[in-house]
């Protein structure tokens, strides 16, 4: 497993523009229990219930991040793009607390209350 998991980070193939110099993405159908433990909180567990929950992270503890971030969602995928290595590097010391692993997950959402989202 590696140090990102669940996230996976590539340099994006549309290098030829600066706000899109690094891809983190999730593939959400190969996470049967991440998507398990968002239904049993009460959300969706898609890519757009992932972008809800890291935007609301990310703009609680390191708001400045989102000026470097492009966040998305394809169905069953999550994206975020980003402009350098630091912003990808800034995402997972905030994200990965959270999201890390499934003890984490569920910690998180625990605290959290499904009529403060949407998905």
């Keep these: 497993m590696s140090a990102t998991y669940p996230f996976k980070i590539a340099a994006a193939k549309s290098a030829a523009d600066p706000t899109r110099q690094f891809l983190i993405v999730v593939e959400l159908n190969e996470l049967d229990e991440y998507y398990q433990q968002f239904e049993d909180h009460g959300y969706g567990g898609?890519?757009?219930?992932?972008?809800?929950?890291?935007?609301?992270?990310?703009?609680?503890?390191?708001?400045?991040?989102?000026?470097?971030?492009?966040?998305?969602?394809?169905?069953?995928?999550?994206?975020?793009?980003?402009?350098?290595?630091?912003?990808?590097?800034?995402?997972?010391?905030?994200?990965?607390?959270?999201?890390?692993d499934l003890g984490k997950l569920k910690k998180y959402l625990d605290q959290t209350d499904p009529g403060d989202f949407f998905e």
């Design 46 to 100: 898609t890519g757009a219930s992932w972008r809800e929950h890291i935007e609301t992270i990310i703009e609680e503890y390191q708001p400045d991040l989102l000026d470097h971030l492009e966040l998305d969602e394809a169905g069953g995928t999550f994206l975020a793009y980003a402009d350098s290595l630091a912003a990808v590097r800034q995402f997972m010391a905030c994200v990965l607390p959270y999201f890390g």
